[in-house]
Structures are given as C-alpha cells and as structure tokens.
C-alpha cells in the first residue's frame, strides 16, 4: 500500500522568509499525482499545488513550489515570502490510478507558524 | 455558490444516537468522497462514489452507511454513535476520480459525542 510520510510535524518562519515543508511516500506505481493542501484554522481545505509524476519540472503556483525527486521519491513544498496567512496545517497527499481506486491518501501533516 | 456544502457544520449528541451529515456539490463532480480526520489531525477515507455506485468502502464499522440519491448527494449515516466516533467528518468530490485535478472538500463538519 502507499504510504506518506511528513516528518515534520511543526514548523515555524518568519514572516518574508521562505521555509520548505518535507514530504516522502512509498509507492511502486510509476504514474501518480501529487498534492499538497493547506488546512488553514477554518478548516477547509485547500488545494495548493499538484505535481504529475510524469514531469519533471517542479509546479510553482505563485510563492509556492515543490521539489520533485522522483527517485528519491521526495515531493517538498517550498513556500517564499512567507505571510501570516500561509499558518495553517499542511498535507502531504498521494494518489494513482494503477492500485489505489479512487483514494487521495495523505501524510499526518505539518502545523505552519509564521511569526510577525 | 458553495462548491460542496456540508450540513452541518457542528454536531453534539449523546451516545446511542442515530445521526446523518448531508453533503452536495454544484461542481458536476461524478465522485463523492467521506474522510475522517481524528483529534491528531490524520484524514483517513471512509467511502468513496462513483455515478452513485460505491467504489471504496474501507474497513468502517457497519454502524457508518452512506447514502447517495443521486451523483451531487453523498450522505453519511451513523447509527448508535460512541464516544470514538467523536472527529470533524469531510465530504469532498472529484472529477476523473481526482487523478489529475484531486478533490474539492467540504468544509466539514466536527461531531461531538457525549
């Protein structure tokens, strides 16, 4: 089964500096999609990037980029110019057509403080 | 024009209780989705929807049913609720299974039992 694994449970950054979330998973699939969300205090869930497995260059979506190491099997998130409204609680998640069905499976996620 | 709305948004009850979550999505999605996140944070699918047909049914006591009339409903029934089942519930859909795009949550709703 695909697991995901985020080893940092917390972070923190100050405010304008850039700070990268870590995120690894284990899989035998060749072709998958990768996401990370952002789970502010509200709640909701919210997509912030997604990278195929099949590219090789990196997603960027404005401040936010990922580093892709397809056979480290690492996806971190790197997040520039941080803002107090980047704090939120941030997953890591998986998903494939091959073995999967239709699950997105996630990482136990990693608490942003950004500090004024 | 809420994308996938959950009702409701909070809910307490005492055990034993039978209680149900509603969810839709105006986003034409052909799949539904009900995670759990626990007290740690940790969302784990529950069911999952395909065109109104179950596709995943993970290992959930059989007192968690889910109902959905049509492809935009996606329900979730409890039956005798217990202290454990105590966690914030999210629906969430998807086109092409989420593949490509992944999904669209609900904003959740955050079950009290007690």
């Known amino acids: 089964a695909q697991t995901v694994t985020q080893s940092q449970p917390e972070m923190s950054v100050q405010e304008a500096e850039t700070v990268t979330l870590s995120c690894t998973y284990d899989?035998?699939?060749?072709?998958?999609?990768l996401f990370w969300y952002k789970q502010p205090p509200s709640r909701q869930m919210i997509l912030v990037i997604r990278?195929?497995?099949?590219?090789?260059q990196n997603a960027t979506e404005n401040r936010f980029s990922v580093n892709f190491q397809k056979a480290a099997k690492s996806f971190s998130l790197k997040i520039s110019d941080s803002q107090l409204g980047d704090a939120a609680m941030y997953f890591c998640?998986?998903?494939?057509?091959?073995?999967?069905?239709?699950?997105?499976?996630f990482g136990e996620g990693t608490q942003l403080t950004v500090n004024p | 024009d809420t994308a996938v709305s959950q009702t409701p948004k909070y809910l307490v009850t005492q055990m034993g209780n039978d209680k149900s979550i509603k969810c839709e999505q105006n986003?034409?999605?052909?799949?539904m989705y009900w995670y759990k996140q626990d007290s740690k944070k940790f969302l784990k699918i529950m069911f999952s929807?395909?065109?109104?047909?179950?596709?995943i049914n993970e290992t959930v006591p059989n007192r968690f049913s889910p109902k959905s009339p049509d492809k935009a409903h996606l329900n979730l029934h409890i039956n005798s609720l217990e202290l454990g089942d105590s966690a914030v519930y999210f629906c969430?859909?998807?086109?092409?299974?989420?593949?490509?795009?992944?999904?669209?949550f609900g904003s959740g709703t955050r079950l009290t039992v007690v």
């Open positions: 969430a859909s998807s086109r092409d299974r989420g593949l490509v795009y992944g999904y669209t």
């Open positions: 899989t035998s699939e060749s072709d998958y999609y």
């Open positions: 990278q195929e497995a099949y590219k090789q």
């Open positions: 998640a998986y998903r494939s057509e091959e073995t999967s069905g239709s699950r997105l499976t």
């Open positions: 986003l034409g999605h052909d799949t």
């Open positions: 929807y395909n065109n109104k047909e179950l596709i």
